[in-house]
């Protein structure tokens, strides 16, 4: 018999559309049917509420990957408004995929959860904003996906407590990350998974992992050790412009990912008996029988 629950794999599409809507639906298209992904996220932020004035006015850091003359500029060209977002959703349930996006404010956060998607996510930059947080827990009834990069334990352990006190801790699933693009393997620490799900497996619903490693083998390690929601940020191209698709996987990454997480899926189980079935046969064959 099989513990572990089913790998449920989320592709990060974030910003990687270019701000084309045409664009956003062949990544989500590509993902259905290309990749076998349980669901694809984008992003919802509003600059002006995020950024001072003087971030939102001050040049890109790279201009190479800036699609404006300001990093504000940039960050509107890359948004996608409310009805937008509704369409991608309508778009998603007409082909069978779940959608699903992160929101780093508190109006992003009222205008994603009016189209009532299953899940939201909060990334690691805004596990701080208590208020966005607060007013989530409050009015939002789906579950609420939460990374920790760059977060202490004490404040890992406050974000579970301000769930139970809202009694929606078991609407929580908490993510192990570690922020960075891309994050080389010794700084991956996979081992933190475990000191989630020793903490908090029976205080939240599910425990996942946000990659932004390279390659696909640490997303395999870390379903084994637990984390049964897999997500990665996903481009058609990772040469593109933009800041995100070098750390992205590309879709024969994903299609891979997929199908190798189901696989250890299916191979994490004991021995139903001594001899199975399939090895009687060599048995009979092949095995020394006088003893």
């Known amino acids: 018999m099989n ?14 559309h270019k701000g084309e809507m045409e664009l956003a639906k062949e990544l989500i ?8 992904v349980d669901a694809v996220k984008f992003q919802k932020r509003n600059n002006k509420e995020l950024l001072t004035a003087e971030q939102y006015n001050t040049p890109h850091p790279n201009p190479v990957n800036s699609y404006g003359d300001t990093y504000g500029a940039h960050r509107d060209y890359l948004e996608f408004d409310v009805s937008q977002h509704q369409e991608l959703k309508d778009y998603c349930e007409e082909i069978g995929i779940t959608y699903s996006t992160s929101v780093w404010d ?46 202490t334990k004490e404040e890992i352990d406050a974000l579970v407590k301000l769930f139970k006190k809202h009694n929606r801790n078991k609407d929580l699933v908490l993510y192990n990350c570690t922020s960075g693009y891309p994050v080389p393997f010794n700084d991956v620490c996979l081992l933190d ?19 932004h490693h390279l390659g696909i083998a640490v997303d395999i390690a870390a ?10 940020h996903y481009t058609i ?37 001594d001899i199975l079935p ?7 064959k092949l095995k020394n029988q006088k003893g």
Request: hydrophobic share 40%; aromatic share 8%; glycine share 6%.
């Open 3 to 16: 513990t572990f629950k089913k790998p449920y794999v989320i592709a990060e599409i974030g910003c990687n």
């Open 29 to 36: 298209k590509v993902a259905k049917i290309f990749c076998n």
């Open 106 to 151: 508190v109006t992003s956060a009222k205008e994603i959860a009016s189209l009532k998607p299953e899940f939201i996510k909060i990334p690691s930059a805004c596990n701080n904003n208590m208020a966005m947080l607060e007013w989530l827990c409050e009015n939002y009834k789906g579950e609420l996906h939460i990374s920790t990069g760059m977060t």
């Open 193 to 211: 998974i475990n000191l989630l799900i020793d903490k908090y497996k029976d205080e939240v619903k599910h425990i996942g992992f946000s990659g």
């Open 223 to 232: 379903y084994t050790l637990g984390a049964n929601i897999i997500e990665r």
């Open 237 to 273: 191209d990772r040469t593109w412009k933009g800041t995100d698709h070098a750390a992205s996987l590309e879709p024969m990454g994903l299609r891979k990912l997929s199908r190798d997480l189901r696989a250890v899926h299916d191979a994490l189980t004991f021995k139903s008996q």
């Open 278 to 284: 399939i090895e009687q046969v060599q048995r009979d």
